[in-house]
């Protein structure tokens, strides 16, 4: 090869091969420098089931050919063993990479939604030489399932086996969770405890993303040198990193991270409800991610190729609107509660105002000059008189050092207001005690299911609201539960969770702006309280996104405590934040995103904008710092940037449209998952019913069960990665309770959430990906040599091969698969194999009569091979083709970026961006057709010869 690497093997996923005098299955193969590097599974009897990788240039590996095949006749009851042969290949062959239709997501636990099917079809989008997308949809659209459905049809397609997920600390659960109850994708969660648990199990040296092959992980664990060192070592099938917005700052620790990973995964989703901040370098960072030819080298983003990375929706965009219904309940108008303040906070307010706001001498005594500091301590004491004081002890502590006259002024200036704070903590605060009103109007209570979250800034302020509401709401103390970044990753799980069972104690959550982001809130609870303002439009809705999201039943009812000193001044300049609210509310039904308005693009540059134009000391023009929603241009004032998203989302321009989303058809020998199951589970233990305890409860009821015996713990490994309290609590390793419809997996869902003690369902829904069937499938063929050709008798007119060519690329992936009924006289491609199957009679119940000489059917098995062979290459060009077209015109954009950058001036970013440049082109070599392989699957002859 012109690269210096050895030479390939023809070998593909099904090929058989032998190593070291063992026998060994290929479940995925790639090129590499050292040859073909292969991972295998054991076939022979000393290494059966054991996983293992060989690289060609290393092992001398010798491929079974596939024409010294042996025919043998299947002698199970109405050829049971064949039909699971011809399933389970089915099942694992991968569909090609080229497929565009969804195969297994349409089939998995998920609502049929066709906007989520949009966006996995566009992930998948052929014309994309690699899976790479920015799921940008609004808050509450189901980002988390797109991304479900999008890892699932990866699967399918062979390009899953090593995923890593980075999310926040907080939803690590919540992510497993979702990918496992309804996408049957299991996943270890590498929380505190879970690395505990690696420490304990894995030498220090072992890189623990190639022992634990999909991993879900929270992006401040991974910045760690430890864990950094570690990915440089690996090469991913797909990474996903949720709140992606936090990757745009090309000097973060987190951009790192993410140029770490980019050019390590094949597929790459980046998911974020607020893409950008409204610097088109920073989207640029973003876009380079996912592909680095769409941005110049010059910075200049081609937004022909972005919105091809793209897809963005909002809850108003019409193929959301006409899906979502009654499934997510219109948000009312916002509740505005003003707060008539009490003696102690007006005196308060009105020290801060003349002393620190609007002091007569002109001068605040700040001795740091701070001309915010004073904005500082307002925004404390709007949160609460609590706040206000932990904002004066630290302040004082900072000066305690220091002696000159400003000090020493500004310390006189804290203590007095420290007195004043302690006078006002004495009482009960009016905001506190309007709050506890509402709650109880509400019918939170002792004796009451209702739920309520409350959302408040300052963790000072969190504890004081737990502790006052708990004794005037009566509530015992699990009732009441604070959340915020202090926590352990562990203890914030907790927390989240407890909210959203039905059964937990929990009726009030305290929460500060860390739960504003991913977190689901709305299974039990329609009320949001916010107890302070954040002085920031986006993060009002992304607080207002936690339960105002698709699946909310009930009307989610938001309401802000608004405090009203007397200080006319100060009291003025407060109507911003009231503006804030109803501004914000106009903007969701109106643009669909509220960031647009100020324009600002993050929380923190809307808050500094809206401090200083407090902090000016002259009026606030409200609309001119948050200008009505009709003020703005036609395209929303959104600028560029957003005009580009808000093309990537428009089904009007797009290629893919709802309505034109495909599904492939589901070829199957079974009516159903469950026969499937069964039949497997008949071949690998005769009478699973007395050993296994196996019981179908169908028609009585969709649940089917079985034991975990000593002589099945196996299957154990396959399961050991999910949570410990999960297959602790529902006795996973004793019993598996599985549920075998759609209707009964959601009903466990939903009696998990509302009624019991764990969130995990019972009975888990028996999925197309469900570890459970691919396991009983590999005990039912244990026996089954690989190299052997199972003979059997049906509807065919001569001794007839079925066989499988597949077309692989440098990686391993398939680019095309052809099925092929061969004969001594020709090779059929069959391009509807279901149809084969039915004329065939193969996907019915089948008779053996026994008695069946596969002599024949030997002696033509070498020329049918090579039939086949000929057959493949020549049913194949078109796919080579077309792989080879769409590879060309990706290095045709990587040789223009390049011939760009070599015009201008070497810089060192720019050196780095070639260098990304260089990898990728790499890669994309990888992708050229490299291996065709025939494989014989069924050798069939016609009913009623000998």
Wanted: hydrophobic share 40%; net charge negative.
């Amino acid at each position: 090869m012109g690269d210096g690497r050895t030479a390939t093997l023809n070998v593909a996923p099904g090929s058989v091969i032998s190593v070291r005098d063992e026998e060994w299955l290929v479940t995925a193969a790639e090129d590499s420098a050292q040859g073909t590097l292969v991972h295998v599974r054991g076939l022979s009897e000393l290494v059966r089931d054991t996983q293992a990788s060989f690289y060609s240039g290393l092992d001398e590996i010798t491929v079974v050919d596939p024409r010294h095949a042996r025919v043998v006749a299947d002698t199970s009851p109405g050829y049971r063993l064949s039909k699971l042969h011809l399933e389970t290949t089915l099942r694992k062959t991968p569909h090609p990479t080229t497929e565009a239709r969804l195969t297994v997501s349409t089939r998995t636990l998920a609502d049929p939604l066709r906007y989520q099917q949009l966006a996995a079809a566009k992930a998948l989008d052929p014309e994309s030489i690699r899976p790479r997308i920015l799921l940008a949809d609004a808050v509450g659209l189901g980002k988390t399932f797109e991304i479900g459905m999008i890892l699932a049809e990866l699967a399918a397609r062979g390009r899953a086996e090593r995923i890593l997920i980075v999310t926040p600390r907080h939803v690590l659960e919540q992510f497993q969770q979702e990918m496992w109850a309804h996408f049957a994708l299991p996943f270890v969660r590498l929380d505190s405890a879970g690395i505990q648990k690696v420490r304990q199990k894995l030498p220090a040296s072992r890189n623990p993303f190639t022992y634990f092959k999909r991993a879900i992980i929270s992006i401040d664990t991974l910045k760690s040198a430890q864990y950094r060192a570690h990915l440089e070592k690996m090469r991913f099938d797909a990474v996903v990193i949720d709140e992606s917005h936090n990757l745009s700052n090309s000097q973060t620790l987190n951009n790192q991270l993410a140029r770490l990973l980019a050019p390590r995964t094949d597929a790459l989703i980046l998911a974020s409800a607020t893409p950008h901040n409204g610097n088109q370098a920073s989207f640029a960072e973003l876009i380079r991610l996912l592909d680095p030819t769409a941005v110049s080298p010059e910075g200049e983003i081609d937004e022909a190729a972005a919105s091809r990375l793209i897809i963005r929706r909002h809850r108003y965009s019409p193929e959301v609107a006409e899906e979502v219904g009654q499934d997510w309940a219109e948000r009312p108008e916002p509740k505005n509660l003003l707060v008539e303040a009490t003696d102690a906070e007006n005196a308060l307010a009105a020290e801060i105002a003349e002393t620190w706001l609007y002091p007569s001498t002109g001068t605040a005594p700040s001795a740091s000059g701070n001309r915010l500091f004073g904005w500082t301590l307002a925004k404390a004491f709007l949160s609460s008189p609590a706040a206000l004081m932990e904002t004066i002890t630290e302040r004082l502590k900072r000066l305690e050092a220091q002696t000159s006259e400003d000090v020493r002024r500004e310390r006189d200036a804290l203590t007095r207001l420290r007195e004043l704070t302690e006078a006002a903590l004495a009482e009960p605060g009016a905001k506190l005690t309007r709050l506890a009103e509402e709650l109880k109007a509400i019918g939170v209570g002792p004796r009451s299911d209702r739920r309520a979250v409350v959302f408040a800034e300052r963790v000072a302020t969190l504890h004081h609201l737990a502790d006052q509401l708990a004794t005037q709401l009566k509530l015992p103390d699990k009732a009441v539960q604070v959340l915020h970044g202090g926590l352990s990753d562990v203890e914030q799980q907790r927390i989240v969770d407890e909210f959203k069972r039905g059964s937990a104690d929990v009726r009030l959550l305290i929460t500060g702006d860390m739960a504003s982001e991913g977190v689901n809130l709305h299974a039990q609870c329609h009320h949001l309280f916010h107890y302070d303002i954040p002085w920031s439009l986006i993060r009002l809705e992304q607080r207002n996104g936690r339960i105002d999201r698709y699946g909310q039943q009930h009307p989610p009812q938001i309401s802000t405590l608004l405090l009203t000193p007397d200080h006319d001044q100060f009291r003025g300049d407060l109507r911003v934040f009231t503006a804030l609210i109803e501004k914000e509310h106009a903007a969701h039904r109106v643009l669909h995103d509220v960031a647009s308005l100020m324009g600002k693009g993050t929380a923190a540059a809307e808050e500094k904008a809206i401090m200083e134009a407090l902090a000016a000391q002259q009026p606030v023009e409200v609309d001119e710092l948050v200008p009505d929603v009709e003020d703005l241009d036609d395209d929303g004032g959104w600028g560029e940037i957003e005009a580009m998203l808000a093309s990537a989302g428009s089904t009007e321009e797009t290629a893919y449209p709802a309505e034109t989303v495909r599904r492939s058809p589901h070829v199957s020998l079974y009516g159903s998952e469950v026969e499937y199951l069964e039949q497997a589970l008949q071949q690998a233990f005769e009478d699973p019913h007395s050993k296994l305890g196996w019981t179908n409860h169908q028609p009585d009821s969709a649940i089917a069960e079985f034991e975990v015996t000593a002589e099945i713990s196996d299957l154990r490994r396959r399961l050991e990665n999910l949570p410990q309290d999960y297959l602790s609590e529902r006795r996973v390793f004793e019993r598996i309770r599985l549920a075998t419809s759609k209707e009964q997996g959601r009903q466990q869902l939903h009696r998990a959430r509302a009624q019991e003690t764990i969130t995990w369902p019972e009975a888990h829904y028996l999925g197309p990906l469900h570890p459970v069937t691919d396991w009983a499938a590999d005990r039912a063929l244990a026996e089954l040599s690989r190299n052997e050709v199972l003979a059997l008798r049906a509807r065919v007119e001569m001794p007839t091969f079925l066989m499988l060519g597949t077309v692989s690329n440098r990686r391993g992936h398939l680019l095309s698969r052809v099925w092929m009924a061969v004969n001594a006289y020709y090779a059929e491609p069959l391009s509807d194999l279901a149809e084969w199957l039915d004329r065939t009679g193969l996907n019915g119940r089948l008779r053996n009569p026994g008695s069946l000489d596969p002599t024949p059917l030997q002696d033509l098995l070498p020329d049918a091979v090579m039939k086949a062979q000929a057959s493949l290459s020549q049913a194949s060009a078109a796919a080579r083709q077309d792989a080879q077209r769409r590879l060309e015109e990706w290095l045709g954009r990587a040789r223009s970026w390049e011939q760009q950058a070599n015009a201008l001036t070497s810089r060192a970013e720019l050196r780095s961006r070639r260098e990304r440049i260089h990898q990728e082109k790499q890669l994309a070599e990888d992708l050229r057709p490299a291996q065709e392989l025939v494989r014989p699957l069924l050798a069939v002859l016609p009913e009623g010869d000998a």
